[in-house]
């Protein structure tokens, strides 16, 4: 009871319940109404915000209990969500059930819930698993965003923070000013130290360097990503721009049963997914992916690969490589196509391509008996006869391909998967839904810089608009001085202050 007054503040509950897992983020967990009542009557309430110490309550076993098993009675801290639970039991979300209950299936999973005052936390050193968190380009920032869902933060607990699809493991070593703090409301300095297995992790959330010309092998597993980078600097993007190279980004895969799928990003969206991506490709065998003057979004920058495992085990072997956009020169280019344009041509009745009147007669008796045109409606594809006999038409989408590749083009392009935000879309909507719908999708704000979640639409009219994020309203309202005149402006309001008051463009 002492014990209990001192830890609480003067406020006495102690319970102890059975656990349930629930989805949701965070640590904040489920109690029961009765618990609402008990606090509540204690004026709980009144003292700020709740924050509860877990214990995993074991049953006595015999005295030769191995040391891991006396290990093994964990704690942790958490907030509370709401008084939803049914009587005798307690919902810990994954975070909270993880710490506590290492092994997905515990002999025994009841907790005592303890009510406690914790301290503001000032200070928190963070460690990785692996490598694969420091290539994120703005780590701190993704530790708040993840931290806004926590109320506490205990030592030896290890926080899952995501990053769009991925997610990394970081254990807490140290908190000042005690061993458990609130994160609610407060500022606290976060120090991140290395892995000290530089080799742990798994390679899904690296970023291998690759060089033009180079090319690395790899193996994925069905259902996983290894991924990849290479650079464009200014001279490369010039060649490109001006139609004089061209960047190829080539996968071949070993064909013993695998399959793979490529897909590409331009920073900031490091990890290229199935559902999050500029470029992709779902050949079988070999995939090229050709970035050329065509691509307005080529720029300047790094450039992300995301190999995916579509099935089984795979090898492979991926090469970047700078290839000229045509086999003559530009000037050269040009003149052969004005000449082409000037000579007598007639279009095959079969495969309707311009061929040179003089041998119009000949490539027709050979092109009528090898090719033949698909009848499809919408189609016209020109085939040779061997490749008709499988060529086949989706009947969702209408779109011709061979019927290997029906099974793949399904799962890729028509399989219904659900987003993180709830919504359930066919994978092609799905990749437009997360590229400009999604609340969870990753943009960087336009006032801090961060890469954060867009979240939901601006509350205020005028903001949505001026096409801002539920993120950017809120972070635009922060105010900076003018360059000019000194005077608090908010954020998303200073370039319509220094149109009307300073007549600045």
Known sequence: MQESLLAGGGIVFYHTLEALPFQGSGDK??????????????????????HFKLSVLHQE?????????????RSTHSGVLEFTA????????????????????????????????????????????????????????????????????????????NYGELAYK??????????????????IEVDIVSPDDMSAGTDQYTLKPLLFGKSESGMVEEGKYVFYKFTIDDDTRKKIVSGEKRAEVRVDSEIDGGDTSIYVSRHPLLFPTRHLHEWSSHDAGSKVLILSSKDKSVDVGTYSIGVYGFK??????????????????????????????????VQCKNCKRFIPSRSIVLHEAYCSRHSVACQHAGCGMVLRTEEARDHVHCDKCGQGLQRREMEKHMKVFHE??????????????????????????????????????????????????????????????????????????????????????????
């Open 170 to 187: 970081l254990k807490v070593l140290e908190l000042k000013p005690s061993s458990s703090v609130s994160v609610l409301e407060t500022d």
């Open 29 to 50: 967990i489920k109690l029961p109404p009765s618990c609402f009542t008990e606090l509540s009557g204690q004026g709980a309430f009144d003292k700020g915000p709740l």
């Open 61 to 73: 076993g015999p005295s030769n209990m191995e040391d891991g098993e006396k290990e093994s009675n």
């Open 312 to 345: 089984d085990m795979t090898k492979f072997q991926v090469l970047v490589t700078l290839e000229d956009d045509s086999g003559r020169k530009v000037g050269q280019e040009a003149t052969s196509s004005s000449s082409s344009i000037e000579m007598d041509t």
């Open 86 to 161: 049914d009587e005798g039991f307690v919902g810990l979300p994954p975070h909270v059930w993880r710490n506590l209950f290492p092994s997905d299936t515990p002999n025994n999973s009841f907790v005592e819930v303890r009510y406690v005052r914790l301290p503001k936390g000032t200070y928190a050193k963070l460690q990785p698993e692996g490598i694969g968190f420091a290539e994120l380009p703005n780590q701190k920032a993704v530790l708040e965003t993840s931290l806004r869902q926590h109320a506490t933060l205990s030592q030896d607990d290890v926080l899952t923070v």
């Open 416 to 505: 219904q998967c659900s987003c993180p935000c709830g919504v359930v879309l066919e994978n092609a909507a799905m990749v437009r839904h997360q590229a400009s719908d999604c609340p969870l999708r990753l943009i960087t704000c336009r006032f801090c810089g961060d890469m954060v979640q867009a979240g939901t639409s601006a509350m205020d009219v005028r903001d949505r608009m001026r096409g801002l994020s539920e993120h950017e309203s809120i972070c635009g309202s922060r105010t900076a001085p003018c360059d000019s005149c000194g005077r608090a402006v908010m954020l998303k309001d200073m370039d319509i202050h220094q149109i009307a008051v300073h007549q600045k463009s």
